[in-house]
Protein backbone atom coordinates (compact mmCIF):
# COMPACT_ATOMS: atom_id res chain seq x y z
CA UNK A 1 0.00 0.00 0.00
CA UNK A 2 1.58 3.35 -0.82
CA UNK A 3 1.69 5.79 1.92
CA UNK A 4 -0.19 8.86 1.85
CA UNK A 5 0.43 12.35 0.98
CA UNK A 6 -0.04 13.29 4.14
CA UNK A 7 2.55 11.10 5.68
CA UNK A 8 4.91 11.43 3.56
CA UNK A 9 4.77 15.92 3.86
CA UNK A 10 5.21 14.47 7.44
CA UNK A 11 8.16 12.50 6.75
CA UNK A 12 9.93 15.26 4.71
CA UNK A 13 9.50 17.59 7.39
CA UNK A 14 11.10 14.96 9.84
CA UNK A 15 14.06 14.61 7.33
CA UNK A 16 14.31 17.89 7.68
CA UNK A 17 14.64 18.60 10.97
CA UNK A 18 16.93 15.95 11.41
CA UNK A 19 19.46 17.39 8.85
CA UNK A 20 18.87 21.47 10.74
CA UNK A 21 19.63 19.50 13.77
CA UNK A 22 22.83 17.52 12.65
CA UNK A 23 24.16 20.63 10.50
CA UNK A 24 23.95 23.06 13.89
CA UNK A 25 25.84 20.17 15.74
CA UNK A 26 28.62 20.03 13.41
CA UNK A 27 28.74 24.11 13.22
CA UNK A 28 28.76 23.89 16.98
CA UNK A 29 31.59 21.34 17.39
CA UNK A 30 33.68 23.09 14.41
CA UNK A 31 33.17 26.78 16.55
CA UNK A 32 34.16 25.17 19.90
CA UNK A 33 37.22 24.23 18.37
CA UNK A 34 37.99 27.72 16.62
CA UNK A 35 37.12 28.85 20.09
CA UNK A 36 39.33 26.86 22.49
CA UNK A 37 42.48 27.09 20.12
CA UNK A 38 42.15 31.11 19.74
CA UNK A 39 41.33 31.06 23.46
CA UNK A 40 44.30 29.99 25.57
CA UNK A 41 46.11 33.70 26.68
CA UNK A 42 47.21 35.26 29.39
CA UNK A 43 45.57 38.75 30.00
CA UNK A 44 47.73 41.56 31.74
CA UNK A 45 45.75 44.64 32.77
CA UNK A 46 47.36 47.50 34.39
CA UNK A 47 46.36 51.34 36.10
CA UNK A 48 49.10 52.57 33.98
CA UNK A 49 50.92 56.46 34.21
CA UNK A 50 51.44 58.02 31.12
CA UNK A 51 55.01 60.33 30.57
CA UNK A 52 53.34 62.56 28.19
CA UNK A 53 56.77 64.16 27.01
CA UNK A 54 58.02 60.85 25.46
CA UNK A 55 54.70 58.91 24.71
CA UNK A 56 55.40 56.35 27.43
CA UNK A 57 52.94 54.16 29.62
CA UNK A 58 54.45 52.66 32.48
CA UNK A 59 52.66 50.57 35.41
CA UNK A 60 52.26 52.16 38.71
CA UNK A 61 49.33 55.19 38.08
CA UNK A 62 45.88 55.87 40.00
CA UNK A 63 42.67 55.65 39.61
CA UNK A 64 39.17 56.48 41.14
CA UNK A 65 35.70 56.35 40.75
CA UNK A 66 32.80 57.82 42.92
CA UNK A 67 30.14 56.65 44.95
CA UNK A 68 26.34 57.90 45.20
CA UNK A 69 27.28 60.73 47.44
CA UNK A 70 30.30 61.65 45.82
CA UNK A 71 33.13 59.76 48.24
CA UNK A 72 35.70 58.40 46.76
CA UNK A 73 37.79 55.07 45.85
CA UNK A 74 41.48 55.56 44.39
CA UNK A 75 43.20 52.77 43.81
CA UNK A 76 46.75 51.67 42.11
CA UNK A 77 47.02 48.27 40.52
CA UNK A 78 48.27 45.21 38.08
CA UNK A 79 47.63 41.57 37.86
CA UNK A 80 47.34 38.99 35.38
CA UNK A 81 44.14 36.13 34.35
CA UNK A 82 44.24 32.88 31.91
CA UNK A 83 42.03 32.05 29.69
CA UNK A 84 41.72 28.53 28.78
CA UNK A 85 38.80 27.41 26.74
CA UNK A 86 36.60 30.40 27.52
CA UNK A 87 37.51 29.61 31.19
CA UNK A 88 39.27 32.38 33.14
CA UNK A 89 41.74 30.88 35.88
CA UNK A 90 44.70 31.54 38.06
CA UNK A 91 43.85 35.34 38.80
CA UNK A 92 46.67 36.69 40.19
CA UNK A 93 47.79 40.89 41.17
CA UNK A 94 46.48 43.26 43.65
CA UNK A 95 47.20 46.89 44.54
CA UNK A 96 46.47 49.71 46.98
CA UNK A 97 43.24 51.82 48.26
CA UNK A 98 41.90 54.78 49.73
CA UNK A 99 38.69 55.66 50.66
CA UNK A 100 37.60 59.21 50.86
CA UNK A 101 34.23 60.73 52.30
CA UNK A 102 32.19 63.87 49.98
CA UNK A 103 34.03 66.60 51.82
CA UNK A 104 37.86 64.63 50.07
CA UNK A 105 38.38 63.41 53.75
CA UNK A 106 40.38 60.07 54.35
CA UNK A 107 38.38 57.72 56.17
CA UNK A 108 40.21 54.55 55.34
CA UNK A 109 43.17 53.05 52.94
CA UNK A 110 45.58 49.10 52.48
CA UNK A 111 46.05 47.02 49.82
CA UNK A 112 44.24 44.60 47.75
CA UNK A 113 44.37 41.48 46.43
CA UNK A 114 42.82 40.02 43.44
CA UNK A 115 40.27 36.70 44.31
CA UNK A 116 39.49 35.95 40.46
CA UNK A 117 38.78 36.91 37.10
CA UNK A 118 34.80 37.21 36.71
CA UNK A 119 34.69 37.99 32.90
CA UNK A 120 36.46 39.28 30.55
CA UNK A 121 35.66 40.43 27.13
CA UNK A 122 38.21 42.31 24.17
CA UNK A 123 37.23 45.39 22.55
CA UNK A 124 38.71 46.86 19.31
CA UNK A 125 41.15 49.69 19.14
CA UNK A 126 45.04 50.60 18.74
CA UNK A 127 46.84 51.78 21.39
CA UNK A 128 47.88 55.49 21.00
CA UNK A 129 51.44 55.87 22.97
CA UNK A 130 54.35 54.77 20.62
CA UNK A 131 56.59 53.65 23.62
CA UNK A 132 55.72 50.81 26.16
CA UNK A 133 56.90 49.84 29.58
CA UNK A 134 54.86 47.08 30.28
CA UNK A 135 54.41 45.12 27.43
CA UNK A 136 54.76 44.75 23.46
CA UNK A 137 52.99 47.48 22.09
CA UNK A 138 51.07 45.11 19.27
CA UNK A 139 50.26 43.33 22.77
CA UNK A 140 48.00 46.11 24.05
CA UNK A 141 44.39 45.89 23.89
CA UNK A 142 41.18 47.65 24.92
CA UNK A 143 38.54 45.70 27.09
CA UNK A 144 36.59 45.26 29.86
CA UNK A 145 37.54 43.18 32.89
CA UNK A 146 35.53 41.91 35.82
CA UNK A 147 37.50 41.12 39.08
CA UNK A 148 36.74 39.90 42.42
CA UNK A 149 38.95 41.63 45.26
CA UNK A 150 39.40 40.98 48.96
CA UNK A 151 40.75 44.30 50.79
CA UNK A 152 43.07 44.24 53.53
CA UNK A 153 40.38 45.67 56.07
CA UNK A 154 38.62 42.26 55.47
CA UNK A 155 35.53 43.77 53.05
CA UNK A 156 35.65 42.16 49.18
CA UNK A 157 34.32 43.73 46.30
CA UNK A 158 34.61 43.83 42.66
CA UNK A 159 37.38 46.18 40.61
CA UNK A 160 36.14 46.74 37.32
CA UNK A 161 38.64 47.51 34.39
CA UNK A 162 38.21 49.41 31.24
CA UNK A 163 40.28 50.55 28.39
CA UNK A 164 39.43 52.96 25.54
CA UNK A 165 42.05 52.87 22.90
CA UNK A 166 41.96 54.89 19.49
CA UNK A 167 39.03 53.91 17.56
CA UNK A 168 37.06 51.75 20.51
CA UNK A 169 33.84 52.68 20.66
CA UNK A 170 32.66 55.73 22.43
CA UNK A 171 30.15 53.62 24.90
CA UNK A 172 33.58 52.20 26.24
CA UNK A 173 34.99 54.45 29.21
CA UNK A 174 38.47 54.57 30.47
CA UNK A 175 38.98 54.37 33.60
CA UNK A 176 38.00 51.76 36.70
CA UNK A 177 34.81 51.47 39.25
CA UNK A 178 34.72 49.32 41.83
CA UNK A 179 32.77 48.32 44.93
CA UNK A 180 33.77 47.75 48.50
CA UNK A 181 31.28 46.25 50.83
CA UNK A 182 28.12 47.94 50.31
CA UNK A 183 29.57 50.75 48.59
CA UNK A 184 29.21 50.57 44.91
CA UNK A 185 31.95 53.41 43.84
CA UNK A 186 29.85 53.16 40.06
CA UNK A 187 31.03 56.37 38.53
CA UNK A 188 34.03 56.44 37.20
CA UNK A 189 36.31 59.57 37.16
CA UNK A 190 37.73 60.53 33.31
CA UNK A 191 41.56 60.79 32.40
CA UNK A 192 42.05 64.44 32.73
CA UNK A 193 43.47 66.11 29.85
CA UNK A 194 47.82 65.93 29.32
CA UNK A 195 49.91 66.39 31.54
CA UNK A 196 47.05 65.15 34.19
CA UNK A 197 48.28 61.86 34.71
CA UNK A 198 45.38 59.76 36.29
CA UNK A 199 42.79 57.00 35.10
CA UNK A 200 43.90 55.81 32.62
CA UNK A 201 44.13 51.62 32.00
CA UNK A 202 45.65 48.70 29.21
CA UNK A 203 45.42 45.27 28.67
CA UNK A 204 47.90 43.14 27.12
CA UNK A 205 47.08 39.98 25.56
CA UNK A 206 50.06 37.11 24.84
CA UNK A 207 48.63 33.89 23.11
CA UNK A 208 50.16 30.87 23.96
CA UNK A 209 52.66 30.56 21.55
CA UNK A 210 53.67 33.82 22.18
CA UNK A 211 54.46 33.13 25.80
Known sequence: MKPSKQLLRVEKVRTRWVLGIAFALVALSVGAGVASASDEST?????????FSTGTASAGGIASAR???NSKITVTGSGTFQVEDGQL???TGGGSWMTFDPSNVVTGSGTYTVAGAVRWDLAPGT???????IGNPADTHAGLAVLRISYSDGSAGILVV?????????????GITASKGFVDYWNREAPPAPPG???RTT??????DEQ
Do not use: K, Q
Open 162 to 174: SCHLVGTPAAVFE
Open 203 to 208: FHVTTE
Open 197 to 199: NAN
Open 127 to 133: PPLPNDN
Open 89 to 91: EDA
Open 43 to 51: VRWDIISVD
Open 67 to 69: AND
